[in-house]
């Protein structure tokens, strides 16, 4: 089984630009979350979507905004980049919202450097 | 979400049991204690989860103290593949998808 999908894999940028980051989730998972990963730390969360709506939002700038699809793909975007967002981000998905005790499954991440 | 408190670094040699232990003394009674873990250039791998009872999975066995407020993740036989940071993490029931990562303990499996 396909697990949770990301692209691109890596990605080099430069101060001012933006990007977007895709996310596909495991077939029949419509809760998907994005998670920032400075070297040398733990992901932090940005973002969880389900069922096409925000719910729920870390303590990231407005540069920072994602959407899910009715397929429940999603995507981050990031505009006016700063040399701290380099780093690895990762989309995890789950069965549900996050009620009950459903884990969430990562994807590899996208590697996002800014010079 | 509670805190969690897990040692920085721990050695194990392969084929032996790795403990690894995580304290999480401010844990409520409707928090889960999960356990991750992340290999190098990864993202990360869900290990297993419990509330208050012992659990056990292809992957490891997760013992959690009567009072809650320890837990210790086993991996029975480690390999060198198991080398990684393994984070413990608490969860809110019904508290949206947010996963809140400390900093892990680098576990290093030796030949």
């Known amino acids: 089984d396909a697990g949770v999908t990301q692209s691109p894999t890596h990605l080099i940028k430069t101060r001012g630009q933006h990007v977007t980051l895709r996310c596909s989730p495991i077939?029949?998972?419509?809760?998907v979350s994005w998670y920032q990963q400075v070297l040398g730390q733990g992901p932090q969360f940005i973002f969880q979507?389900?069922?096409?709506?925000?719910?729920g939002r870390g303590n990231f700038p407005d540069r920072f905004s994602a959407r899910q699809f009715p397929n429940y793909s999603s995507e981050l975007n990031v505009n006016a980049l700063l040399l701290g967002d380099s780093a690895l981000y990762l989309c995890?998905?789950?069965?549900?919202?996050?009620?009950?005790?459903?884990?969430?499954?990562f994807g590899d991440g996208t590697r996002l450097s800014i010079l | 979400d509670a805190k969690t408190t897990q040692p920085p670094s721990m050695d194990c040699a392969e084929g032996r049991a790795a403990n690894l232990p995580c304290n999480h003394s401010?844990?409520?009674?409707?928090?889960?204690v999960y356990w991750y873990r992340q290999i190098h250039s990864q993202g990360p791998q869900y290990i297993i989860h419990g509330l208050k009872n012992n659990e056990t999975n292809e992957m490891a066995s997760l013992i959690i103290t009567e009072d809650r407020k320890s837990s210790t993740l086993i991996l029975p036989h480690a390999t060198l593949r198991d080398t990684a940071v393994y984070y413990c993490?608490?969860?809110?029931?019904?508290?949206?998808?947010?996963?809140?990562f400390g900093g892990g303990t680098r576990l290093m499996v030796k030949p």
């Open positions: 993490i608490v969860r809110v029931v019904n508290a949206g998808n947010m996963l809140t």
């Open positions: 401010t844990i409520s009674g409707n928090e889960y």
């Open positions: 979507y389900y069922e096409k709506e925000e719910r």
């Open positions: 077939s029949g998972h419509k809760s």
């Open positions: 995890a998905s789950s069965l549900v919202t996050g009620r009950g005790n459903q884990p969430q499954h």
